[in-house]
């Protein structure tokens, strides 16, 4: 989703949930980061939907750039921004590694 409101934060525009309660983000510049959610989902009473795996893949972005479930769980693109890592899809063709994982930076 590519929000038509402006605002002074970076949004994310999609997003793309894996197994094990991670999900992929894409944001508006570009920036690709991940969010693990396991330990949260499981601390935080009020996300107890979440905890099924086929309601968490049921997550989408919403208009102001966060991400949210259909019934009404939601992540501020502030929290997602904060607690997710960049991370790069290529492998170091001389290492044959992936690379190494690092904090988002806004």
């Known amino acids: 989703m590519n929000s038509p409101i402006n605002t002074p934060w970076k949004k994310v525009i999609e997003v793309h949930p894996n197994d094990d309660f991670i999900l992929e983000l894409t944001w508006e510049d570009g920036t690709r980061t991940q969010l693990d959610l396991n330990e949260r989902i499981h601390e935080k009473e009020k996300f107890w939907?979440?905890?099924?795996?086929?309601?968490?893949?049921?997550?989408?972005?919403?208009?102001?750039?966060?991400?949210?479930?259909?019934?009404?769980?939601?992540?501020?693109?502030?929290?997602?921004?904060?607690?997710?890592?960049?991370?790069?899809?290529?492998?170091?063709?001389?290492?044959?590694?992936?690379?190494?994982?690092?904090?988002?930076e806004p």
Do not use: A
């Open 49 to 104: 939907r979440l905890r099924n795996p086929r309601y968490f893949k049921k997550v989408s972005v919403d208009i102001l750039g966060g991400i949210c479930w259909p019934e009404e769980e939601d992540l501020s693109p502030n929290f997602l921004r904060v607690h997710s890592r960049s991370f790069l899809m290529n492998i170091n063709p001389c290492l044959n590694e992936p690379q190494t994982e690092k904090n988002f």
